[in-house]
C-alpha cells in the first residue's frame, strides 16, 4: 500500500509497485494518453518532480531518451556537501540551501545512501597562508550552516584544528615533510549518484508516476508531445496539462528562449592502493588560486575519485562528455603535490566528465570563467507554456523540483491544494540508522539497497557470488537491477545500476554475466 503522506521515520519495505522492469514500461507506455505532468528527463531533478507531482496526487509520466542517470546526474563527485566552496564565494543563500538539503537526504530520504565522511585539508608547505586561512574561515562558516539547518553532531560534528600525525591517520600517503598540522571537518558522501537517481524513480513509480525510459519527446509544447519510443520506433501523442522540461543539459534541445553555458567536470578513477587506505575527502589547494580545491575521495569498490575541474565547454554535446588531456594532467599533478608518490596516468582506472547546464544570461561581467557563474537554479517559462528548469546542484534536487512544479501549478488550471511532501518522504530502502543498522545483510548491501537489501540477496547462495575475479558486483545486483530497477540494456547494469563500466578493464570482465542475466530473466 502507498503511504501518500509521506512521513520521517516510514519506509517502503517491499519492492511492489517500486518495481521498475520492461514489462511495466511496456504496459503504462501502450496505456499513455494524458497527464496531468509530464516530464522530460530522467536525471535527479526530473525524477524529483516526478516524485513531488505524484504524491501531490497528481498523474504523471516522466519520459527519458536514454536511462535514469544518463546525464550530468551520474557525474558527479558523490558528496552531498553543505555548500562551503559557495559560502567561501559570498553566496550565502546557496549554501545554506545545500547544507539543510543534505539534512533531509542524511535524516529522512535517502540515509542508506547518504552516510558522513570526513574532510581533511592537510597545511602543505606550497600553500599560502590566505588559503589556509581561507578553508578555516569556509570551515567554521559551514559549523555555522549546519548549526541553522538544524543538523546535529551526532550526524556531522563540528570542524576542528588537528595534528599532522591525525592528518596521516586519514590519509597515510600524504607528504609529512613540513606539514604544519591541518584542518577536520565532515560533510555527507552519497553511496553513488545514479543510485540515488534510481530510488527516487522508484518511489515516484510506487506513488503511480509512469517512469518511462528510452523514449524520447519530440514536438514539445506546454500542452504535451509527440513521444517516441527508442526501442521500437512507435510513436504517439499525449496531452498535458503541465510540461515540465528537466532534460539538464539538454533543456535548450527540448524548449525554446533557453541558452546554456555548459561547463565541463572531470573526475579520475583510481585504486585505493595509490592512496594507502584513504580514509576521508582529501582538500588540496590549487597552486595560484585562492578558492580552487582538488579533492580525493574515497569511493566503494576500493575506488578513488580524484576532482574536479570546471572548464568552459562550448560546441555540440555529446551523450558521453571526455576529459581532456589537460584536464587529466591538471588533477594528476594537483594531487601529487600532496602525496609521496606522484600520481601517474599509469595509475588511471578511468575517467569520467560531466557537463553542467548553467543558465547563460549574456551578463559575463566577472563571470570570464564557468566557475564564476552561479549554481543557483533557475525556472523559465518558454512562451508556448513549456516551464524548464536548469542550473543548481544535485545536493538540491528537491528542491529544485519543489520549485519548478510550483510555477508550473501557478500557471496550470488545475486546483492542487496539497503542498510539497518530498522533505519527509524516504526513498525506497530508506529507514533510521538503528533499523538499517538491525537489517540482517552483508554491509555492502545494505549500503546500496537500504531495508531492500535482503530481498535482493534473497535466492540460491551461488546468486551472492562476485560476477567475475576481482569484482565484488554479484549475481543477485544484476538480477534486481533488471527485474526492479528498470534496466533495459547492459549499459544501464554496467554504468549506472552497478558503475562497473567507469572501469573499462572491469567492464570486459563483467559483460559475460550481465549478458546471463539478460538471458536468464
Same mark, same amino acid.
Given at each position: 500500500?502507498?503511504?501518500?503522506?509521506?512521513?520521517?521515520?516510514?519506509?517502503?519495505?517491499?519492492?511492489?509497485?517500486?518495481?521498475?522492469?520492461?514489462?511495466?514500461?511496456?504496459?503504462?507506455?501502450?496505456?499513455?494518453?494524458?497527464?496531468?505532468?509530464?516530464?522530460?528527463?530522467?536525471?535527479?531533478?526530473?525524477?524529483?518532480?516526478?516524485?513531488?507531482?505524484?504524491?501531490?496526487?497528481?498523474?504523471?509520466?516522466?519520459?527519458?531518451?536514454?536511462?535514469?542517470?544518463?546525464?550530468?546526474?551520474?557525474?558527479?563527485?558523490?558528496?552531498?556537501?553543505?555548500?562551503?566552496?559557495?559560502?567561501?564565494?559570498?553566496?550565502?543563500?546557496?549554501?545554506?540551501?545545500?547544507?539543510?538539503?543534505?539534512?533531509?537526504?542524511?535524516?529522512?530520504?535517502?540515509?542508506?545512501?547518504?552516510?558522513?565522511?570526513?574532510?581533511?585539508?592537510?597545511?602543505?608547505?606550497?600553500?599560502?597562508?590566505?588559503?589556509?586561512?581561507?578553508?578555516?574561515?569556509?570551515?567554521?562558516?559551514?559549523?555555522?550552516?549546519?548549526?541553522?539547518?538544524?543538523?546535529?553532531?551526532?550526524?556531522?560534528?563540528?570542524?576542528?584544528?588537528?595534528?599532522?600525525?591525525?592528518?596521516?591517520?586519514?590519509?597515510?600517503?600524504?607528504?609529512?615533510?613540513?606539514?604544519?598540522?591541518?584542518?577536520?571537518?565532515?560533510?555527507?558522501?552519497?553511496?553513488?549518484?545514479?543510485?540515488?537517481?534510481?530510488?527516487?524513480?522508484?518511489?515516484?513509480?510506487?506513488?503511480?508516476?509512469?517512469?518511462?525510459?528510452?523514449?524520447?519527446?519530440?514536438?514539445?509544447?506546454?500542452?504535451?508531445?509527440?513521444?517516441?519510443?527508442?526501442?521500437?520506433?512507435?510513436?504517439?501523442?499525449?496531452?498535458?496539462?503541465?510540461?515540465?522540461?528537466?532534460?539538464?543539459?539538454?533543456?535548450?534541445?527540448?524548449?525554446?528562449?533557453?541558452?546554456?553555458?555548459?561547463?565541463?567536470?572531470?573526475?579520475?578513477?583510481?585504486?585505493?592502493?595509490?592512496?594507502?587506505?584513504?580514509?576521508?575527502?582529501?582538500?588540496?589547494?590549487?597552486?595560484?588560486?585562492?578558492?580552487?580545491?582538488?579533492?580525493?575521495?574515497?569511493?566503494?569498490?576500493?575506488?578513488?575519485?580524484?576532482?574536479?575541474?570546471?572548464?568552459?565547454?562550448?560546441?555540440?554535446?555529446?551523450?558521453?562528455?571526455?576529459?581532456?588531456?589537460?584536464?587529466?594532467?591538471?588533477?594528476?599533478?594537483?594531487?601529487?603535490?600532496?602525496?609521496?608518490?606522484?600520481?601517474?596516468?599509469?595509475?588511471?582506472?578511468?575517467?569520467?566528465?560531466?557537463?553542467?547546464?548553467?543558465?547563460?544570461?549574456?551578463?559575463?561581467?566577472?563571470?570570464?570563467?564557468?566557475?564564476?557563474?552561479?549554481?543557483?537554479?533557475?525556472?523559465?517559462?518558454?512562451?508556448?507554456?513549456?516551464?524548464?528548469?536548469?542550473?543548481?546542484?544535485?545536493?538540491?534536487?528537491?528542491?529544485?523540483?519543489?520549485?519548478?512544479?510550483?510555477?508550473?501549478?501557478?500557471?496550470?488550471?488545475?486546483?492542487?491544494?496539497?503542498?510539497?511532501?518530498?522533505? @519527509? =518522504?524516504? /526513498?525506497?530502502? +530508506?529507514?533510521?540508522?538503528?533499523? %538499517?543498522? #538491525? *537489517?540482517?545483510?552483508?554491509?555492502?548491501? $545494505?549500503?546500496?539497497?537500504?531495508?531492500?537489501?535482503?530481498?535482493?540477496?534473497?535466492?540460491?547462495?551461488?546468486?551472492?557470488?562476485?560476477?567475475?575475479?576481482?569484482?565484488?558486483?554479484?549475481?543477485?545486483?544484476?538480477?534486481?537491477?533488471?527485474?526492479?530497477?528498470?534496466?533495459?540494456?547492459?549499459?544501464?547494469?554496467?554504468?549506472?545500476?552497478? @558503475? =562497473?563500466? /567507469?572501469?573499462? +578493464?572491469?567492464?570486459?570482465?563483467? %559483460?559475460? #554475466? *550481465?549478458?546471463?542475466?539478460?538471458?536468464? $530473466?
Amino acid at each position: 500500500m502507498i503511504d501518500r503522506g509521506g512521513g520521517a521515520g516510514k519506509e517502503f519495505r517491499t519492492v511492489g509497485n517500486a518495481s521498475l522492469n520492461a514489462a511495466r514500461r511496456l504496459r503504462e507506455l501502450d496505456s499513455l494518453k494524458s497527464v496531468d505532468v509530464l516530464v522530460v528527463g530522467g536525471g535527479v531533478t526530473g525524477a524529483g518532480v516526478a516524485l513531488d507531482a505524484a504524491a501531490r496526487g497528481l498523474t504523471v509520466a516522466l519520459v527519458e531518451k536514454h536511462d535514469l542517470a544518463f546525464g550530468t546526474s551520474r557525474w558527479s563527485s558523490k558528496l552531498v556537501h553543505g555548500g562551503l566552496r559557495y559560502l567561501a564565494s559570498g553566496h550565502v543563500g546557496i549554501a545554506y540551501e545545500s547544507a539543510v538539503e543534505r539534512g533531509i537526504l542524511m535524516k529522512t530520504t535517502a540515509p542508506h545512501l547518504v552516510h558522513p565522511i570526513p574532510q581533511i585539508a592537510p597545511w602543505l608547505p606550497q600553500a599560502k597562508f590566505a588559503q589556509a586561512a581561507m578553508l578555516r574561515s569556509a570551515f567554521l562558516g559551514g559549523d555555522v550552516l549546519r548549526m541553522f539547518a538544524r543538523t546535529s553532531d551526532d550526524y556531522l560534528p563540528h570542524s576542528r584544528r588537528v595534528s599532522s600525525a591525525e592528518l596521516l591517520r586519514y590519509a597515510p600517503t600524504l607528504k609529512p615533510e613540513g606539514m604544519r598540522g591541518g584542518f577536520l571537518t565532515w560533510d555527507g558522501q552519497l553511496y553513488d549518484d545514479a543510485r540515488l537517481v534510481v530510488a527516487i524513480a522508484r518511489t515516484a513509480a510506487q506513488y503511480g508516476a509512469r517512469i518511462l525510459t528510452r523514449v524520447a519527446a519530440t514536438e514539445v509544447t506546454g500542452r504535451g508531445a509527440v513521444l517516441v519510443d527508442q526501442l521500437t520506433g512507435d510513436r504517439l501523442s499525449v496531452d498535458a496539462r503541465m510540461v515540465i522540461n528537466a532534460a539538464g543539459i539538454w533543456a535548450d534541445q527540448v524548449a525554446s528562449g533557453i541558452k546554456l553555458r555548459p561547463s565541463r567536470g572531470t573526475h579520475l578513477v583510481l585504486p585505493q592502493s595509490v592512496f594507502g587506505g584513504l580514509s576521508a575527502v582529501l582538500t588540496v589547494p590549487v597552486p595560484g588560486e585562492l578558492r580552487r580545491v582538488v579533492m580525493a575521495i574515497p569511493a566503494p569498490d576500493d575506488r578513488v575519485y580524484v576532482g574536479l575541474t570546471d572548464e568552459d565547454a562550448p560546441g555540440p554535446v555529446n551523450d558521453v562528455p571526455h576529459a581532456t588531456d589537460a584536464e587529466i594532467d591538471f588533477l594528476l599533478n594537483t594531487i601529487s603535490s600532496a602525496v609521496q608518490q606522484p600520481v601517474t596516468r599509469a595509475d588511471l582506472l578511468g575517467t569520467y566528465a560531466g557537463l553542467r547546464p548553467l543558465l547563460d544570461t549574456g551578463h559575463h561581467k566577472g563571470e570570464d570563467k564557468t566557475a564564476d557563474i552561479s549554481r543557483r537554479h533557475a525556472v523559465i517559462t518558454s512562451p508556448d507554456g513549456v516551464v524548464t528548469i536548469v542550473g543548481g546542484k544535485l545536493t538540491t534536487y528537491r528542491r529544485m523540483a519543489q520549485d519548478v512544479l510550483d510555477k508550473a501549478i501557478e500557471q496550470s488550471s488545475l486546483d492542487v491544494r496539497r503542498p510539497c511532501e518530498t522533505h @519527509r =518522504i524516504p /526513498l525506497v530502502g +530508506a529507514a533510521d540508522r538503528v533499523r %538499517l543498522a #538491525a *537489517v540482517k545483510a552483508p554491509a555492502r548491501f $545494505v549500503q546500496r539497497y537500504g531495508v531492500e537489501a535482503p530481498q535482493v540477496i534473497a535466492g540460491p547462495p551461488e546468486f551472492q557470488q562476485p560476477i567475475a575475479p576481482g569484482l565484488r558486483t554479484t549475481y543477485a545486483e544484476l538480477r534486481f537491477a533488471v527485474r526492479h530497477e528498470g534496466a533495459l540494456t547492459e549499459d544501464d547494469v554496467l554504468d549506472r545500476r552497478t @558503475r =562497473i563500466g /567507469l572501469s573499462a +578493464a572491469d567492464r570486459e570482465l563483467a %559483460l559475460p #554475466a *550481465v549478458r546471463e542475466t539478460f538471458a536468464a $530473466v
